[in-house]
Every structure is written in structure tokens, then in C-alpha cells.
């Protein structure tokens, strides 16, 4: 078996060595950094993973790459079939310290963190900036880029997640829990239902900032709210979700 390749700092290239047999939740690892395709993507269908997943479809779609490997990870521990929680195995906490999904590996270069993912890949492949603003072309455009993508970041996402906990995953019932997050998802959606107003997309024109939020607010029933709240939300998400490449990063 081989042994997990790893990034050489000093290289930018993923190296490897026979030292010792390893567990067998390594494999996986094994076989993707030494895919042939440039780009490794350590996902699960989160809200997050499927964010990264889209934005790689939608590059190909415009410019036919980058291609790219899909690893799903468990994310874990479980009985069922002795699957390990990889995300905190050694191996992956050389790509992502924190022991979270997504992450990618692009030539043996490690990147984490969702946005800084999307903001990678559009870096490298979107050259007509299809889907970004240019920080020197356009640095008003990419400034707004940044606010709204930060928005999603450190407001819905982190926000929304606790109301997908505390509303159907925590295994006790914490009414403060639940109404103090399922509060706060419904102020972060009213704020974005203010931005649409005039819009069709976050920013005027479908990117980065939609790409980021939309994977989480189509799944708002999660975190017991209803889009029926939000007329322009919802149809700014039902407009996403019939992008083709949009569809193939969710996996359908």
C-alpha cells in the first residue's frame, strides 16, 4: 500500500514514501493525491461542500476545467462498517488544520476554509471573470464581492448551522437554543431579502457571494424556516437551482 502523499513545502508538489503500512482509511487519500487530475476536493454534501462542487462545475461549463477529483470523506466516527472519522486523521490535518470539510488540494497545494477555496479557484481559472470581480480591474466590484461573501461566511453559515443543530440534530430539545438561532437565520435572511430587492443575485450578476450562500438557504426547512417568508429569496433560489452546472455540483 501506498503511504499518503503529502505537500512539500518547499517543491509545491505532492511527495510520497513506502515508510510503513497504514490504516485503511487512508487509501482514499492515497489514491487522490496521486490522481492525475490537478484538482482534489475533500467534500461531503454539506451546505459547504456542495459550495465548492458548484463553483468547479460552473468554471468547467464556461471554460471545460478545471478537472477535478470528488472525495467524499467521512466526517464521523460510526460502527456501521468501521468508517473512521477522517476529517481529524493525521494525514488530512496536513491539509486542513481544522479538521473540516471542504478542502482541495490543487497540484499538491493544500487550500481550506470555503471562501477562501471559491476565491482560490476563481484566482487560478475564472480569467473572463465570469463568476468574480478583478481586485485591480474592478476593486469596487471585488470589495463588494468580499462583504457578501463574508456575509455568508461568518453570518448565514455559522448562524444557520447552529438552527439545523438545535432544531433537528441536538438530542435534547433547547427551546432559548432553538429560537435564539432560528431568530437570528430569519435576520440574516431579511437582509438578503433587501439586497434582492431590484436584483436578481447578490450582486447583481450570479458569482462568488451567490454560489457561498445558496447552498445553505435552500435548505432553510432544516432550520425550520420557510422561504414562503421571503418571496425574493425564494425565487433567487429557485433561479440558482436551474443553472445546469449548479445542479451537477449538487450531485443530481
Same mark, same amino acid.
Given at each position: 500500500?501506498?503511504?499518503?502523499?503529502?505537500?512539500?513545502?518547499?517543491?509545491?508538489?505532492?511527495?510520497?514514501?513506502?515508510?510503513?503500512?497504514?490504516?485503511?482509511?487512508?487509501?482514499?487519500?492515497?489514491?487522490?493525491?496521486?490522481?492525475?487530475?490537478?484538482?482534489?476536493? =475533500?467534500?461531503?454534501?454539506?451546505?459547504?461542500?456542495?459550495?465548492?462542487?458548484?463553483?468547479?462545475?460552473?468554471?468547467?461549463?464556461?471554460?471545460? /476545467?478545471?478537472?477535478?477529483?470528488?472525495?467524499?470523506?467521512?466526517?464521523?466516527?460510526?460502527?456501521?462498517?468501521?468508517?473512521?472519522?477522517?476529517?481529524?486523521?493525521?494525514?488530512?490535518?496536513?491539509?486542513?488544520?481544522?479538521?473540516?470539510?471542504?478542502?482541495?488540494?490543487?497540484?499538491?497545494?493544500?487550500?481550506?476554509?470555503?471562501?477562501?477555496?471559491?476565491?482560490?479557484?476563481?484566482?487560478?481559472?475564472?480569467?473572463?471573470?465570469?463568476?468574480?470581480?478583478?481586485?485591480?480591474?474592478?476593486?469596487?466590484?471585488?470589495?463588494?464581492?468580499?462583504?457578501?461573501?463574508?456575509?455568508?461566511?461568518?453570518?448565514?453559515?455559522?448562524?444557520?448551522?447552529?438552527?439545523?443543530?438545535?432544531?433537528?440534530?441536538?438530542?435534547?430539545?433547547?427551546?432559548?437554543?432553538?429560537?435564539? =438561532?432560528?431568530?437570528?437565520?430569519?435576520?440574516?435572511?431579511?437582509?438578503?431579502?433587501?439586497?434582492?430587492?431590484?436584483?436578481? =443575485?447578490?450582486?447583481?450578476?450570479? /458569482?462568488?457571494?451567490?454560489?457561498?450562500?445558496?447552498?445553505?438557504?435552500?435548505?432553510?426547512?432544516?432550520?425550520?424556516?420557510?422561504?414562503?417568508?421571503?418571496?425574493?429569496?425564494?425565487?433567487?433560489?429557485?433561479?440558482?437551482?436551474?443553472?445546469?452546472?449548479?445542479?451537477?455540483?449538487?450531485?443530481?
Amino acid at each position: 500500500m501506498f503511504a499518503p502523499a503529502t505537500y512539500n513545502k518547499s517543491s509545491s508538489r505532492a511527495t510520497s514514501s513506502q515508510a510503513h503500512s497504514h490504516p485503511q482509511q487512508l487509501v482514499t487519500f492515497t489514491m487522490a493525491t496521486q490522481s492525475s487530475k490537478p484538482i482534489v476536493l =475533500y467534500t461531503q454534501t454539506t451546505a459547504n461542500g456542495v459550495a465548492v462542487s458548484i463553483l468547479l462545475e460552473e468554471l468547467k461549463a464556461i471554460y471545460g /476545467g478545471p478537472d477535478y477529483e470528488s472525495v467524499s470523506m467521512s466526517i464521523r466516527n460510526s460502527d456501521i462498517g468501521n468508517v473512521h472519522n477522517q476529517v481529524k486523521s493525521p494525514w488530512f490535518l496536513e491539509i486542513n488544520p481544522n479538521g473540516r470539510i471542504p478542502a482541495i488540494t490543487h497540484n499538491g497545494f493544500p487550500v481550506f476554509e470555503t471562501s477562501a477555496i471559491l476565491l482560490y479557484l476563481a484566482q487560478q481559472f475564472d480569467s473572463k471573470r465570469a463568476f468574480s470581480h478583478d481586485p485591480v480591474a474592478d476593486p469596487q466590484g471585488y470589495s463588494k464581492e468580499l462583504q457578501w461573501l463574508f456575509f455568508a461566511h461568518g453570518g448565514v453559515g455559522p448562524m444557520q448551522g447552529q438552527a439545523n443543530h438545535f432544531n433537528l440534530y441536538a438530542p435534547e430539545k433547547l427551546p432559548y437554543a432553538i429560537n435564539r =438561532y432560528l431568530n437570528e437565520t430569519r435576520r440574516l435572511y431579511s437582509v438578503l431579502e433587501a439586497r434582492l430587492e431590484g436584483r436578481e =443575485y447578490i450582486i447583481d450578476t450570479y /458569482g462568488l457571494a451567490d454560489i457561498k450562500t445558496f447552498p445553505w438557504v435552500r435548505r432553510a426547512d432544516v432550520a425550520g424556516v420557510s422561504l414562503s417568508e421571503f418571496p425574493r429569496l425564494k425565487a433567487w433560489v429557485e433561479r440558482i437551482s436551474a443553472r445546469p452546472a449548479v445542479q451537477k455540483g449538487l450531485g443530481n
